[in-house]
């Protein structure tokens, strides 16, 4: 269950998409999902699925790992569908008791099956390209300008990358106490929801002790490091906006413009 | 290089017995001291302030010349003595290897090119460079802790002070991690501060110091410290399994030295024994 997570989840490579700035690409991202939002005929949503295909053939990230984004998600993108579905008004092709089939229900419905899945293609494919640390450096990068009316940029992006870095520790620390408590006859499976609910009690207080004491320890070695918040703190990536990051903008753009103009035809 | 002067300290006001008292201890460069005491001993509490994490409530403590209250020369204080502790993932900041080793010098304001170079350089000399670009959660151990040594010496430290940092790992992870402090400390002229549990690790180290109700009991070369087998064992603490070997031998009436730290010692003086008795019955 916890594994099919795939946010946050970094495959490394070297393809054009990697090397793009985290930072860019975080716009990119946010200006291709506006792109999703615009497109409302097919012909746009083929060219939106041609651009999609394209950026994972040039990541390189094999498209299974891309669609297993999709699977979690799976139940809420149906649900939107089914909802969209029989709660469009228009021409009725079909009709049983209340339910009620209309022909533009059938597009919105399939328009919007298509922008969920491409939103999620989308974003899996930002953190499978960008590593959670470039991420966090893109984000407050990105940030900077709140800075200066102090807001905590450096803190939050800090706060962002060590609770990345926790988590497979803490998922393990969870399927370590969860094994002991059940090895002392703790039963997480079977019972009504409430049941089940108050099982979680016994994993959930030693987790969280234990979180907290990570937490003093980690501040203490942090301290040891001379940490003391973001102030002429220096990078070891030094990140700038280069050459692959105007042209990837550039192809951006040239596909926004398409997508607005197949919108007027389609 | 790190001297302490009449160090006394207790956590809160409400505490009646104090956890430090009195110290006096002096700890020159280049020299690889273990500090070892049974649990309470005050150990941990001691050599937090040898990087002003805690400041002394009496006494002073100075880290090379510098008084650790001065909060001016804090930095410098930090950067002078690095400290690794004992469980390794509450001290990774970074989910990949290279980032966290880089984490001190970044705080530091060291330019980038020299960063990658101290990185590259920390990580070959505790032998991590093929797994430079490896998340650590995927490291055993052993690794993970000389990750962390590795992250301290990207800060250039004269010391580096550690915590119990082979108690949660496994034989092999021990031994890769006092091969490191051994190689750091004669190759590098680094000088170390191992705190530990484990008598065998202390052997290594040149001066074992031996804490005891938060003050200074002993303090000298390990062959000396652990000869005295029925005194520290009666502060609570084991000897080195092939000295406790030698002692029982010799209160059984078999005369061996007392003062064996190693199984090739003990080899050596048992032959000596059975060639000695060897000698007799041809006599």
Known sequence: ?266 | MIKTENLSFKYNNEQESLVLEDINLTIEKGEFVAIIGHNGSGKSTLVKHFNAILLPEGGTVYVKGIDTRDESRLYDIRQAVGMVFQNPDNQLVATIVEDDVAFAPENLGVAPSEIRKRVDRSLETVGMSEYTHHAPHLLSGGQKQRVAIAGILAMKPDCIVLDEPTAMLDPIGRREVIQTLLKLNSEEGITIVLVTHNMDEAVSAERVVVLSEGGVEMDGKPREIFCQVERLKALGLAVPQITELMYELSREGINVPCDILTVDEAYNALSQIENYNKGLKRS
């Not at chain 1, 909802?83 to 419905?109: K, P």
């Not at chain 1, 408590?181 to 108050?198: E, P, V, W, Y």
């Open chain 1, 1 to 266: 269950m916890l594994r099919d997570i795939t946010l946050g989840q970094y495959f490394p490579g070297n393809s054009p998409v990697h090397r793009i700035d985290a930072m860019v690409k975080i716009i990119l991202a946010v200006l291709y999902m506006t792109v999703i939002f615009i497109a409302k005929s097919f012909l746009a949503y083929g060219l939106v699925a041609a651009f999609t295909f394209f950026v994972i053939f040039l990541s390189t990230v094999p498209i299974r790992f891309v669609l297993r984004g999709l699977k979690p998600l799976l139940i809420f993108i149906v649900f939107t569908a089914v909802l969209n579905l029989f709660m469009t008004g228009g021409t009725v092709i079909w009709q049983w008791g209340f339910l009620r089939l209309t022909r533009e229900g059938i597009i919105y419905a399939s328009l919007m099956i298509l922008r969920v899945v491409f939103l999620i293609m989308s974003t899996s494919l930002l953190t499978y390209t960008t590593s959670p640390i470039a991420l966090t450096d893109g984000i407050e990068r990105l940030l900077t300008p709140l800075g200066k009316i102090g807001f905590p940029t450096h803190e939050l992006a800090m706060m962002m990358s060590i609770a990345l870095r926790f988590i497979p520790t803490l998922l393990e620390e969870t399927d370590k106490i969860m094994k002991a408590q059940m090895a002392r006859g703790a039963d997480f499976k079977t019972g009504s929801l409430i049941k089940r609910a108050k099982a979680l009690i016994p994993l959930l207080v030693p987790l969280f002790i234990s979180a907290f004491r990570r937490a003093d320890e980690l501040a203490v070695a942090m301290e040891c490091r001379c940490y003391r918040g973001g102030k002429n703190r220096t990078r070891l990536h030094e990140s700038k906006v280069g050459r692959i990051d105007f042209i990837a903008l550039g192809i951006l753009i040239v596909f926004s413009a398409l997508v607005i103009l197949s919108n007027k035809s389609g």
